[in-house]
């Protein structure tokens, strides 16, 4: 259907206000802890995760992969901004790329904690805060 040059720039306008708007406000990479929930913004929506079911975060990338009891969910966000917002008794950062709960810890040594999602490494920086978070 052809359309006049006057509608596509009202609709560009539109369009790039939407895009300045998210830039100013964050919203699709907004994360915060709420009640005891995690909230991510996906694309236009928010998805509230009760931070109970949060077992591990993983950085893949631009990305990272939240592991729940029973599923992950991906999200574009940084582990800085997710870290941020989870309870420092409650979870841990043991490597650059690893945020893992208290609850998943099976155990540890020096160099690996096992998990319910498996065997995560621990970074040489994170090995002194991962000692305090277990009050070894």
Same mark, same amino acid.
């Not at 008794?89 to 155990?107: K, M």
């Given at each position: 259907?052809?359309?006049?040059? +006057? &509608?596509? $720039?009202?609709?560009?306008?539109?369009?790039?206000?939407?895009?300045?708007?998210?830039?100013?406000?964050?919203?699709?990479?907004a994360v915060?802890?709420?009640?005891?929930?995690?909230?991510?913004?996906?694309? &236009?929506?928010?998805?509230? *995760?009760?931070?109970?079911?949060?077992?591990?975060?993983?950085?893949?990338?631009?990305?990272?992969? *939240?592991? $729940?009891?029973? &599923?992950?969910?991906?999200f574009c966000?940084?582990?800085?901004?997710?870290?941020?917002?989870?309870?420092?008794? +409650?979870?841990?950062?043991?490597?650059?790329?690893?945020?893992i709960s208290?609850?998943? *810890?099976?155990?540890?040594?020096?160099?690996?904690?096992?998990?319910?999602?498996?065997?995560?490494? *621990?970074?040489?920086?994170?090995? &002194?805060?991962?000692? +305090?978070?277990?009050?070894?």
């Amino acid at each position: 259907k052809p359309f006049s040059m +006057e &509608r596509f $720039l009202l609709a560009m306008d539109r369009g790039v206000a939407a895009v300045m708007e998210r830039r100013a406000t964050g919203v699709p990479h907004a994360v915060t802890q709420v009640m005891g929930h995690l909230s991510m913004g996906s694309g &236009r929506r928010l998805v509230q *995760i009760p931070l109970s079911d949060i077992r591990q975060v993983d950085a893949q990338g631009n990305h990272v992969i *939240i592991h $729940l009891e029973g &599923r992950t969910r991906r999200f574009c966000s940084t582990m800085k901004s997710i870290e941020a917002q989870l309870p420092d008794r +409650e979870f841990v950062r043991v490597h650059r790329c690893h945020i893992i709960s208290r609850s998943s *810890i099976q155990d540890w040594d020096g160099l690996v904690v096992r998990t319910s999602q498996g065997t995560v490494p *621990i970074g040489a920086s994170y090995r &002194r805060r991962l000692r +305090e978070f277990m009050g070894a």
